[in-house]
C-alpha cells in the first residue's frame, strides 16, 4: 500500500510540475495585437527622457510613466507630460517652488495641482509663465509622438 501511495505522489508532482511548465510557455506566447511579432502601438513608445530620468531616480527602472506614491492619478501621457512640465520649470527659481501634479476628473479630463490646489484646465492656472511652460511641455510631448 505505501508503494502505492509513493508511485502515485511522484506521479502527481510529475503532472503539477508539467503543467506549471505548461503555462509558463503558454504565458510567454499570449498576443495582444492579433498579429505575430507586433506589440500594440502604447508598448512600441519609448517614454520621454523626462520620464525615464524621473523613473530611474526614484529607482523603478524605465516605465511609460512615473506615478510616486501619494500623487493623483492621471492617464500615462499626462503623466509623461507632467514630467516634461517639472524638467522645463526645473531651471526656474520661482516656478521650480512649485509642486506640480496632473490628476484625471471624473468626467475625464484633466486636473492640474499647483501646491495643492486644483485647477481645472490651464486657462485657470494662476502664473502665466507656469501656463506657458504647460503649453511648452504639452507641445515637446506630442512633437515626439
Known amino acids: 500500500m505505501s508503494t502505492?501511495?509513493?508511485?502515485?505522489?511522484?506521479?502527481?508532482?510529475?503532472?503539477g510540475v508539467g503543467l506549471l511548465a505548461f503555462m509558463f510557455i503558454r504565458a510567454n506566447q499570449v498576443n495582444?495585437?492579433?498579429?505575430?511579432?507586433?506589440?500594440?502601438?502604447?508598448?512600441?513608445?519609448?517614454?520621454?527622457?523626462?520620464?525615464?530620468?524621473?523613473?530611474?531616480?526614484?529607482?523603478?527602472?524605465?516605465?511609460?510613466?512615473d506615478h510616486d506614491e501619494g500623487e493623483q492619478i492621471a492617464a500615462p501621457f499626462a503623466e509623461q507630460i507632467e514630467d516634461v512640465l517639472r524638467a522645463k520649470i526645473a531651471s526656474d527659481p520661482e516656478l521650480k517652488a512649485l509642486e506640480i501634479d496632473f490628476g484625471t476628473a471624473e468626467d475625464g479630463g484633466l486636473e492640474i495641482y499647483v501646491?495643492?490646489?486644483?485647477?481645472?484646465?490651464?486657462?485657470n492656472l494662476p502664473d502665466e509663465r507656469?501656463?506657458?511652460?504647460?503649453l511648452e511641455a504639452v507641445k515637446d510631448w506630442n512633437s515626439r509622438k
Open 4 to 15: 502505492f501511495i509513493l508511485v502515485a505522489g511522484s506521479l502527481m508532482v510529475l503532472v
Open 130 to 134: 507656469l501656463k506657458q511652460a504647460l
Open 115 to 123: 501646491n495643492g490646489t486644483k485647477y481645472d484646465g490651464v486657462a
Open 32 to 65: 495582444l495585437t492579433g498579429k505575430t511579432d507586433e506589440k500594440p502601438e502604447w508598448m512600441q513608445s519609448t517614454p520621454p527622457e523626462e520620464t525615464v530620468s524621473a523613473t530611474l531616480a526614484d529607482g523603478e527602472g524605465v516605465t511609460l510613466y
